[in-house]
């Protein structure tokens, strides 16, 4: 119900993605949730704080396919079509947790959009494993910026072979063992998804802090209040509704198509 402006011609489209739980009916439901923007929609507020001038959220309780379709529904009005007339889809910019749902995502609907692994889950997992490996804050502190300098340099495969040799210097089930062995896990199965070198040449944005906070004000502090539980209806209804209220001039969308529709 939202609306974006076409593309312009260096611009590029981001995709964020995640999904967060609502209680519905007998029990948890995963709501799969969106936040499509421009680069050129970004407005820097602060040195630390970002804000989004024009969006669009969609979000369903369906399946990731029913999502991709939300998804693409919107791109394509944005995108400008290559010279067989499809969108041009890799003008788009995913990011996502690397949720194997969220790569199937991509690959079925947006299969040549550039999909970034979400620096801060990759900086997480980096911090706790230092946490877990190093007893020193300096030394703590020195390792966690190599892996960090090397993803960003492109040196993935140099940065995985220190964190397995790291891994292994680690007493078997020990809390150390399996911090390290959980980013080593994490990384290696997400190779594809680590594109900070390539993306930093492109001045691309390489966190997901939009769709958090989409999550988090759109659906979390209203539909997750203490002791509340929704309907099936009721739940997309609101999802439905939330979406337009978050989404830009989608509100004024919702009302002009019901107006149309009480007139006919």
Known sequence: LGTIAPLEEDDRLYVEIDGGMCWVDDGWHEVKIATIFPKCGIAEVSKDRRELLERVIVATRGDREELGALIFNVVARVLPCDVYGAPALDRVVVLGDGSDWIRNLVQDCLPTAMQILDWYHVAEYIADAAKAAYPTASRRKAWRTRQRNLLFEGRVEEMLRGVLRLCMKQTAGSDAHQAVAGLYKYLDNRRELLRYREARAQDLYVGSGAIESTVNHMMQVRMKRPGMRW???????????????????????????MRRAYAA
């Open 231 to 257: 309907c099936a209806a009721g739940a997309d209804a609101m999802l439905a509704l939330r979406c337009a209220y978050r989404s830009t001039q989608g509100l004024e969308r919702l009302f002009d198509s």
